[in-house]
């Protein structure tokens, strides 16, 4: 189907074709796209220079690109209920950083939450540009519940006077509570920003509360949940608009990539589907039957479970594996997860004391309650006998699994 592809390029993409066709793909990040997003994001838009933001162009030639642009914007503020839109982040790490330029100074105060209990890199890491060139204060979960701690926030917002409160995490498996968040950041005069990353296809879907009712400025990724290209999106209110778009051009961004753009676009116009609705519903009915079946095996849920997309397996204490080895035993019978820190983990990010698992994925492959039961099962037998048969056995019941549920088959590189 492709001609001239570089050999080493091609041989490498047709394994990694078959690698997606033939695991089970639990990664909470991940997704698969649709033939159009597919399509779109390998179109000839690649090739066009648009710096600038739709009829303010830097170079010519964009009336179509315009088009794409601007369409964009409009289906991205009526899927969200936003006020404006900016779709040209290059990814959700450039959104928060244009995000912040908005609204900080160098060395501002900002409240947000810490890595282990569920935080991103973005949210002021120490080796993450966030955290060195603001200040950043970090809320915990409540040790028992394991869930956001609003006494904890609002008591921290009042020591520190932090000018920025940001909700938002990578790793957290129940429904945020925008609305606390904002009366508590309207308690000491704080912005508040939402990084809905992880969330935004469940948002769109109306099956959790929506961030950008409550918040000064929203950011996303547009690959997870959301399913669309790799990249990022920023929603604001009317009041931030200018400014958004200078900190993203020419602020932090040069010419933005066209082709993602259009990709996201395309995902935004699914997104606003009676079929999307469906999936984001399913998304959480999937990571809930995955929970529960898991749960009834006796492994300890993060939490207790979960209320999104999202459930992490706490490994260390209760079957004596770390996070890392989990992921590893996992990867040999094709079940993809990644390690994952949990609250107050005493082990170290490379190790780690959980896995994380999500349903987004499997659930756009057709996966239903019934499979994604299997899928426990197998997660259990897989942890519990490491056995190179009884693993072999495991890695065949995955293959079946994912051949009734094709995905690309159309695909012949
Ligand atoms: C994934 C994620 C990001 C970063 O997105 P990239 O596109 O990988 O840069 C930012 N914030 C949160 C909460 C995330 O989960």
């Known amino acids: 189907m492709i001609k001239n592809i570089d050999n080493k390029i091609l041989n490498s993409l047709k394994k990694e074709l078959n690698r997606q066709q033939t695991h089970i793909e639990l990664i909470a990040s991940e997704n698969y796209v649709s033939k159009a997003v597919l399509e779109l994001n390998g179109s000839i838009l690649t090739n066009k220079y648009a710096e600038g933001y739709p009829s303010k162009r830097y170079y010519g030639g964009c009336e179509f690109i315009d088009e794409i ?64 060139l603001y200040n950043f204060i970090f809320y915990k979960v409540n040790p028992k ?15 520190h006077k932090p000018k920025l409160i940001l909700a938002g995490a990578s790793s957290y498996t129940k429904i945020i509570n925008f609305k606390k968040f904002r009366e508590i950041a309207d308690k000491i005069g704080a912005f508040f920003m939402v990084d809905m990353a992880h969330i935004a296809g469940l948002v769109a879907g109306g099956v959790h509360p929506n961030p950008v009712l409550y918040a000064d400025i929203v950011t996303t990724t547009t690959h997870k949940t959301l399913r669309g290209s790799r990249g990022g999106m920023i929603l604001s209110k009317k009041e931030y608009a200018k400014k958004i778009d200078a900190v993203v ?26 079929d999307f609705k469906d999936y984001a519903k399913q998304v959480i009915l999937n990571a809930k039957a995955l929970a529960n079946s898991l749960k009834n095996k006796g492994f300890r849920l993060i939490a207790n479970g979960t209320e999104n997309h999202t459930v992490i397996v706490e490994v260390k204490d209760s079957i004596g594996l770390t996070g890392k080895q989990a992921e590893t035993i996992l990867e040999t019978v094709g079940i993809i997860v990644n390690k994952n ?30 499979e994604f039961i299997k899928v426990a099962d197998i997660i259990q037998s897989a942890l519990n006998n490491h056995a190179e048969d009884n693993l072999s056995k495991l890695r065949n019941e995955v293959i079946e699994l994912c051949k009734k549920f094709p995905i690309y088959d159309y695909i012949k590189y």
């Open 69 to 132: 642009e601007s369409y964009g914007i409009e289906l991205a503020k009526k899927l969200f209920n936003a006020e404006h839109a900016n779709i040209q982040p290059h990814s959700g790490s450039q959104a928060n950083e244009a995000a912040y330029k908005a609204l900080l100074e160098p060395g501002d105060k900002v409240l947000s939450m810490s890595l282990d209990a569920g935080g991103h890199l973005t949210h002021g890491y120490h080796i993450n540009f966030s955290g060195q």
């Open 145 to 159: 519940t394991e869930e956001i701690d609003f006494e904890e926030i609002e008591r921290l917002a009042f020591e």
């Open 249 to 274: 051009f020419p602020g932090v961004q040069g010419g933005p990539l066209e082709n993602q753009i259009g990709g996201k676009v395309q995902a935004l116009s699914e997104a606003l589907t009676q």
């Open 341 to 370: 820190m949990i609250p107050f983990d005493k082990e170290k990010p490379v190790n780690a004391s959980g896995i994380r698992l999500g349903s987004p994925a499997m659930t756009t492959r057709g996966f239903k309650e019934d």
